[in-house]
C-alpha cells in the first residue's frame, strides 16, 4: 500500500528528474558555448572540460570585434531587425484591431487566408520575392530586406494581436466611443495602454525572427551593405581553418541580445503567442 | 455599413502587402513551375508538365519527400509528447520550479544559426562535448563528428527540431492546463478517477485546442523548415539528410534552374494541402 506521503515524495522525485534531465539537455549546449569562449585556443582542444581559472582570455572576443567585421554586421543586424519590428507592429496593431472590433463580411476568410500564409513554402515564394525585389532596386538594401523579411512575421503578428485584443472586454471602446473618440484615439489612449504586455510579446516575435533570419537575407543580401549576423556565423563556422573559440565569441554575442529581450518579456511571451489559442475562433 | 467599412480600411495595409509579397509570389511560384526558367539565361518557354514529369523519376526528389515526412512527424510526435511530460514538472508547485519555467523557453529565442554552431561544435570529434561526455562514461570508442555520420545525422537533425521546440510546447501546455477549472478535477476525484483517468479525461480535453494549435503550426515549421538542415549538414552526408526545402533551394540558387525548382516547392504546398485536408476530415468527424 503507497501511503500519500510516500507517493508526495515519489512525484517530487519524478518532477526533479524531470527538471535535471531539461536542464542538461536545453540549457548545458548554450553554457558550453559560453564557457568555451573565454578558453584559448589549447584548452578549447584539450579534451579536457576545466581550464584553469588564470588561463581565460578575452581574446576570442576582442579578435572577433576588431579584426573582422563584426560590429558592422552587428549594427546592420539591429537596424534591420528595429525596422521589421515597427513596421510589421504598424501594420498588425492596426490590422488587428479591425479584425477583432469590426463586423466584417468574410472576416473569417481573411482570418483564415492570413493564417494558411504560413503554410506556403517560403523557398517557394522567395522566387519572385527576389524578383520582385530586384526590379524594385532594392536588391542589398535596408528597405528591400526589410520588406522582404516582413512576410516572416506579419501573419503571425496580427493572428498574435487580434486574440489578444479578443481578450479586452468591448466595454473599452463603448466608453471611448461615448466620450467622442475617433478610431485612432481609441486605439491609442485606451487600447494601447492595456495591451503592452501583448504588444511586447508581437514585437518580441518580429525583432528575434528577424534577428535569426537565415533564408530571406542569403537570398537578397548581396554585399556588406546588409550583411547580418546569421551570414557572418553561417561563414565563420564554415570555413575551413575553423576557430573555434572565436566563433563561440561570435555565436554568444548573437545570442545574448535575443537572451536580454527575453528577459523583459519572458513574464507574457506563452500568454501572448498564444491568445489566438486561447479564444481565436 | 460604415462600420464594416472602417474595419476593411484598417486591415487593408495588411491585406495589400500580403497580396503583393506573399500571394501573388505564391502563385507566380506555381506558375513558373510550368516553365524551363533559368536564372541566367532570357528566353523562357512553358513545359506543360515536363518539371513534374521529371520529378516522378528523381532519385532525389523521391529521397527528399522522404526525409522531410519523417523528420516533420518524428519531431511533432515527439515534442507532443515530451512537451506534455514537461508541462505536467512545470505545473508541480515545487522549490525552484518558477525559475525553471522562466529560462527555459531560452531555446525557442535565439537564433538557428547559433543553435546549429553550438551543436555542431559539441558534435566534434575528439574535443566535442558529446564525445568528451561519452569517454567519461566509458562509450569513448564511439569518437566520431556526430554530424558527417550517415545514421546519425538525420536523428541529430530532429534532435534540433526538439531542442528549440519542447520548451515552447511545454510552457504553451502548461498556460493551457492552469485554464482547466480545479473543481473539474475534484469532480473527476469524487466519481472515483486516478491520476491518469482524470489525465485522460479532464486534462487532454481541456488543451485541446491548444493542441490543435501547436500541432499545426509546427507542422507547417517543420516541414517548411529550410535552416537546421541547410546550415548543419548540407543535406549530407551522402544526401542523408536532404530534404525538399533544400532540393528547392539548391536548384534555384545554385543550378539556377528555377522552373524545376518551383515544381518541387509546388509538391511541398500540395503535401501541406493534403495534410490540411486530411486533418480537416478528421476534425470534422470528431465534432459530430
Redesign the interface.
Known amino acids: 500500500m503507497i501511503t500519500s506521503k510516500k507517493r508526495k515524495v515519489l512525484?517530487?522525485f519524478?518532477?526533479?528528474f524531470?527538471?535535471l534531465v531539461?536542464?542538461f539537455?536545453?540549457?548545458?549546449?548554450?553554457l558550453?558555448?559560453a564557457y568555451?569562449s573565454f578558453r584559448e585556443r589549447d584548452a578549447?582542444?584539450?579534451?579536457?572540460?576545466l581550464t584553469p581559472l588564470r588561463e581565460f582570455t578575452l581574446e576570442n572576443y576582442k579578435t572577433i570585434l576588431s579584426v573582422t567585421d563584426f560590429p558592422l554586421y552587428f549594427f546592420n543586424s539591429f537596424k534591420i531587425a528595429f525596422f521589421v519590428t515597427c513596421v510589421s507592429l504598424l501594420?498588425?496593431v492596426?490590422?488587428a484591431?479591425?479584425?477583432s472590433?469590426?463586423?466584417?463580411?468574410g472576416?473569417n476568410l481573411?482570418i483564415m487566408?492570413?493564417f494558411s500564409?504560413?503554410?506556403?513554402?517560403?523557398?517557394?515564394?522567395?522566387?519572385?520575392?527576389y524578383?520582385?525585389i530586384f526590379k524594385m532596386g532594392l536588391l542589398d538594401t535596408t528597405l528591400g530586406v526589410v520588406?522582404?523579411q516582413?512576410?516572416l512575421v506579419?501573419?503571425f503578428s496580427?493572428w498574435m494581436l487580434k486574440g489578444y485584443f479578443d481578450n479586452l472586454p468591448a466595454d473599452l471602446d463603448e466608453a471611448a466611443r461615448i466620450d467622442g473618440c475617433n478610431?485612432f484615439q481609441t486605439l491609442g489612449y485606451v487600447i494601447l495602454p492595456v495591451s503592452i504586455p501583448g504588444i511586447m510579446v508581437a514585437a518580441?516575435y518580429c525583432f528575434?525572427v528577424s534577428?535569426?533570419d537565415?533564408?530571406v537575407i542569403s537570398?537578397v543580401n548581396q554585399s556588406q551593405n546588409t550583411a547580418t549576423?546569421?551570414l557572418i556565423?553561417?561563414r565563420l563556422?564554415a570555413s575551413l581553418l575553423i576557430r573555434?573559440g572565436q566563433?563561440?565569441a561570435a555565436?554568444v554575442l548573437?545570442?545574448v541580445p535575443?537572451?536580454i529581450?527575453?528577459s523583459f518579456v519572458?513574464?507574457f511571451?506563452?500568454?501572448g503567442?498564444?491568445a489566438?489559442?486561447?479564444k481565436?475562433e | 455599413m460604415k462600420e464594416e467599412h472602417t474595419g476593411f480600411t484598417l486591415i487593408l495595409p495588411t491585406l495589400i502587402f500580403m497580396g503583393l509579397f506573399t500571394v501573388f509570389p505564391l502563385f507566380e511560384g506555381i506558375r513558373v513551375s510550368f516553365t524551363d526558367k533559368h536564372i541566367l539565361k532570357q528566353a523562357v518557354h512553358f513545359t506543360g508538365l515536363k518539371n513534374y514529369h521529371r520529378l516522378l523519376s528523381d532519385n532525389l526528389f523521391w529521397l527528399s519527400l522522404f526525409h522531410s515526412i519523417i523528420i516533420t512527424a518524428s519531431a511533432v510526435a515527439l515534442q507532443f509528447v515530451l512537451g506534455l511530460l514537461l508541462a505536467w514538472a512545470l505545473k508541480q508547485d515545487l522549490p525552484g520550479i518558477k525559475l525553471f519555467r522562466s529560462i527555459i523557453m531560452a531555446t525557442w529565442v535565439i537564433p538557428v544559426v547559433a543553435t546549429v554552431v553550438m551543436f555542431q561544435f559539441m558534435a566534434q570529434a575528439g574535443y566535442g562535448f558529446i564525445n568528451m561526455f561519452l569517454k567519461l562514461i566509458g562509450l569513448g570508442r564511439f569518437d566520431i563528428y556526430w554530424f558527417g555520420n550517415k545514421n546519425a545525422a538525420l536523428p541529430l537533425i530532429i534532435l534540433l527540431h526538439l531542442w528549440r521546440n519542447i520548451p515552447f510546447y511545454g510552457v504553451a501546455f502548461l498556460a493551457a492546463m492552469q485554464a482547466i477549472p480545479q473543481s473539474y478535477y475534484e469532480a473527476a476525484q469524487i466519481d472515483g478517477a486516478g491520476p491518469w483517468k482524470s489525465f485522460i479525461h479532464v486534462t487532454l480535453p481541456g488543451i485541446r485546442n491548444m493542441v490543435i494549435v501547436m500541432v499545426t503550426i509546427h507542422v507547417l515549421w517543420t516541414f517548411n523548415n529550410f535552416e537546421f538542415v541547410f546550415l548543419a549538414t548540407g543535406g549530407g552526408p551522402v544526401n542523408a539528410t536532404y530534404i525538399l526545402p533544400l532540393y528547392v533551394y539548391r536548384q534555384c540558387w545554385r543550378s539556377y534552374t528555377v522552373g524545376y525548382g518551383a515544381s518541387i516547392g509546388t509538391v511541398m504546398l500540395v503535401v501541406l494541402m493534403i495534410y490540411f485536408i486530411i486533418y480537416i476530415r478528421i476534425h470534422e468527424r470528431q465534432a459530430r
Open positions: 512525484k517530487s519524478a518532477v526533479y524531470i527538471v531539461s536542464l539537455f536545453f540549457i548545458s549546449p548554450m558550453w558555448i568555451s578549447i582542444f584539450s579534451e579536457e572540460f501594420f498588425s492596426i490590422g484591431y479591425g479584425l472590433r469590426y463586423r466584417l463580411r472576416k481573411y487566408g492570413i500564409t504560413q503554410m506556403f513554402p517560403l523557398v517557394l515564394i522567395i522566387i519572385p520575392i524578383l520582385i520588406l522582404s516582413l512576410i506579419l501573419p496580427v478610431i518580441f528575434v534577428w535569426g537565415y533564408l537570398i549576423l546569421p556565423l553561417q563556422s573555434w566563433v563561440a555565436t548573437t545570442i535575443t537572451i529581450l527575453f519572458q513574464r511571451l506563452v500568454e503567442l498564444t489566438g489559442a486561447v481565436g
